[in-house]
């Protein structure tokens, strides 16, 4: 049977007798993701694109120069390849050479596929630089404030910290207390860029907890799961001043290790006057950090003692930092292990993102495999990732970020392939009105999500299992084959082809191919693979069967030993602060930055603070909307990948998705399990199902996110959302000045029963079309 890799993990796929797929995890992951079960329905459902369409109001429009309509309001047109890709390559040289290559944006922010040459977003950039240039995005929507404030306070990239997070077997040997902002989500876990060989984080749990003692701040009490945890329910977007009250304990019980804050950081001082509130008159302690919590002081303080007198871990999810000024909690995580002079020794310091994917922390070698070659592009504009509707409502308009003041572009073209910005982007609502203001929207995807729905031209791209290509992840010890095992659905192409077709209408075919085809680039790649892994045998063997294995037995590693391969966050940096010193303008950790006091940011000043958020069940907003919502990342499926697969499917209540709320919440408001409610605030609605969860601090509901947005009003923003999309509720501010980051667990709403006939879905059935 057949291997292949998806995100969330490594699959046996076959077609059936009957015309269906099998699909069985891979016998030797322990802990599977139920996900892959979706690839069995989801790849030939209804709602595939099946030919290449174009929206009507559009082609009317360009043919009689009057007005275009309503994107996401009106039907499609079938039409050919040819007519397709003439249409958008025409489009795209009309705004290029009109406009200027900064009328262009090119967005494909999301995962897509695993595999190493068909990525979406890497084959649409290498076309957009070649074509003349686009305006791109900058860092993330998983962890966008981390990506700007851990350089500035360690002179790492993000990424740096997280690929060199402490291995779980050396947190298995030395840690003592794993003090866990956010939890260590095993939910999340499933999954990882590039994909999953084997799913390890519960068995790592189970041997770690033998030994380790956890903590878990977090509204939630199955953010960590798994282990004995001592739960502090603590309110949403509290994590800075519970941070600050820890370290005010240590500050003013002589706990602090003086000796290392002197050696290896700057601007303690600084820190120290904010904490004793020498600084303001306000001394962080742990009963002022306990009453905006919403939990004892008492406790704190014996958290900070427990954290002192033993070998601690502090770790901190990307949730924590997606919220109003998400840069300072992860600053003082850094600052907190910093107090407890830890950093980078075996099981001690801080780790950013462990459970957030599978393989932060796996003990796997850290191997740097190719992808497909980028070319430069000629045009240096960009915006951060969450400012989107910023952009397109506001051309001309400026944004300050990381120091620099940005001025935003005047799109006419939107370029988009293998991502879904109505599920990422922050409060919908307002993306609809900006997505009516480009010229141009062309989409390529496999399926009519809201974003194919809400484009100009969309183009049928294949799916993983209907392309030939390998997985591999640079975090991971198994690469896999991924023969195609189904022929395209419909008249579906694959993003390469796709644009290698546009690329020879716009006579760049030779730049963009280098003459090679699918075979040719699969082969291409792999030899850069065998460069970096010597011992991968030729790609016929490889291709053959099926999956490579790198990884090393470590059974015999004695307790007091670290296998090589094995990482401590900063350990050379602590063995030797000058000869590694950091990449900061000092060298050292910087609890106070020259560089960050210097932007004159009110909302982001030289050293970590903590600021009110815009919403908190603290704040004023709450007697209007009571519940702070989180909207995490959801068990059933990744972002909103395969939300029509029956993995998501069976986890939907009344067809919508499921809504947790503490038992005492529902009794409160007359609510029962199974109701189907309407979720509100000042920005929108949404319908979802009630689902009762004692482990859910009260005030505090969860919407996961990911329900394909399905509004009442189709192409026109303020309508009542059916499915239980969280995004038409959130907040679409920035973190702060400095990151500009997307804060949508910064969220209060009100809730109420849904008494009337429940609206049906159209989410569910393709759109409509009409002939010529």
Not at 288 to 298: H, S, T
Not at 428 to 453: G, I, K, M, Y
């Amino acid at each position: 049977m057949p291997l292949t890799m998806t995100h969330w993990g490594a699959y046996d796929v076959d077609t059936t007798s009957t015309g269906g797929l099998s699909v069985r995890p891979a016998a030797d992951d322990p802990d599977p993701s139920p996900i892959g079960r979706s690839l069995a329905d989801a790849i030939v459902s209804p709602l595939r694109v099946r030919r290449p369409a174009v929206r009507a109001g559009w082609l009317d429009g360009r043919r009689s120069g009057g007005p275009s309509g309503r994107r996401g309001a009106e039907p499609f047109v079938e039409v050919s390849w040819d007519e397709a890709l003439d249409l958008v390559a025409v489009e795209h040289v009309r705004v290029r050479d009109g406009h200027g290559p900064a009328a262009i944006y090119g967005g494909s922010y999301g995962w897509a596929s695993a595999g190493r040459f068909h990525h979406a977003l890497s084959q649409l950039h290498r076309f957009l630089a070649l074509a003349g240039g686009y305006v791109r995005c900058v860092d993330t929507h998983s962890h966008a404030a981390a990506e700007v404030i851990v350089p500035r306070v360690l002179g790492l990239p993000y990424k740096a910290i997280q690929d060199g997070a402490t291995s779980w077997p050396v947190i298995a040997r030395h840690t003592d207390l794993m003090v866990c902002f956010g939890g260590l989500p095993t939910r999340t876990s499933q999954i990882s860029s590039g994909g999953v060989g084997r799913h390890g984080l519960r068995e790592w749990l189970g041997k770690a907890g033998q030994r380790t003692r956890f903590v878990s701040i977090s509204p939630i009490a199955d953010d960590l799961d798994g282990v004995p945890v001592d739960w502090l329910p603590a309110r949403p977007n509290t994590d800075a001043a519970i941070l600050l009250g820890l370290a005010h304990t240590l500050t003013v019980e002589g706990l602090a290790d003086e000796a290392f804050l002197a050696r290896y950081t700057v601007g303690w001082p600084v820190l120290r006057d904010y904490l004793t509130g020498a600084a303001d008159g306000q001394p962080k302690d742990a009963d002022w950090a306990g009453a905006i919590a919403g939990l004892p002081g008492e406790r704190l303080r014996g958290l900070a003692r427990r954290m002192a007198a033993g070998r601690t871990l502090i770790t901190a999810t990307w949730s924590v930092q997606r919220a109003d000024h998400g840069e300072q909690p992860y600053w003082l995580v850094i600052a907190l292990a910093a107090m407890l002079g830890q950093i980078g020794l075996p099981g001690g310091g801080f780790g950013l993102g462990y459970g957030c994917v599978a393989t932060i922390g796996n003990g796997a070698r850290r191997r740097r495999l190719p992808s497909l070659p980028q070319p430069s592009n000629p045009l240096d504009r960009f915006i951060p990732v969450a400012r989107l509707a910023d952009m397109l409502l506001d051309p001309g308009g400026t944004v300050d970020y990381d120091g620099q003041r940005l001025t935003y572009p005047d799109i006419r073209l939107v370029y988009w392939a293998g991502g879904n910005p109505f599920h990422h982007h922050q409060d919908l609502n307002r993306l609809v009105e900006a997505w009516q203001r480009p010229e141009t929207v062309v989409v390529q995807d496999p399926f009519w999500t809201a974003t194919a729905r809400h484009a100009d031209i969309v183009l049928p791209a294949t799916t993983t299992l209907e392309r030939n290509d390998f997985s591999g992840s640079s975090a991971d010890d198994v690469v896999v084959a991924m023969p195609r095992i189904l022929d395209p659905v419909g008249e579906a192409r694959d993003d390469h082809a796709i644009l290698a077709g546009l690329a020879q209408r716009l006579g760049i075919e030779d730049a963009f191919t280098e003459g090679l085809d699918e075979t040719g680039w699969l082969r291409r790649l792999y030899d850069g693979l065998r460069r970096e892994i010597p011992e991968a045998p030729p790609f016929e063997v490889f291709w053959q069967r099926g999956r490579l294995d790198f990884g090393t037995d470590d059974t015999g590693v004695a307790e007091d030993e670290i296998a090589p391969h094995w990482q401590v966050l900063l350990g050379d940096f602590r063995a030797d602060p000058a000869g590694a010193a950091l990449p900061t303008p000092s060298g050292r950790i910087e609890l106070f930055s020259e560089a960050i006091a210097g932007f004159g940011y009110p909302d982001c000043p030289g050293h970590p603070v903590w600021r009110e958020p815009a919403e908190w069940l603290g704040g004023p907003s709450a007697a209007r909307f009571p519940f702070h919502l989180i909207s995490n990342q959801p068990a059933t499926r990744l972002h909103s990948q395969l939300d029509h697969g029956m993995t998501s499917r069976e986890s939907k209540v009344a067809g919508r998705e499921p809504l947790a709320m503490n038992p005492d919440d529902a009794a409160a408001h007359g609510l029962a399990d199974g109701d189907v409610v309407k979720v509100f605030n000042d920005r929108g609605a949404c319908l979802a199902g009630l689902t009762l969860d004692p482990g859910i601090r009260s005030g505090v509901v969860r919407l996961s996110t990911g329900a394909w947005y399905d509004p009442e009003t189709l192409g026109h923003p303020g309508g009542l959302e059916r499915h239980g999309n969280p995004n038409v509720l959130t907040r679409d501010v920035g973190t702060s000045r400095l990151a500009q980051g997307p804060t949508a667990q910064t969220c209060l709403v009100a809730i109420d029963r849904w008494d009337g006939p429940v609206p049906p879905l159209a989410v569910d059935r393709p759109p409509a079309f009409r002939g010529r």
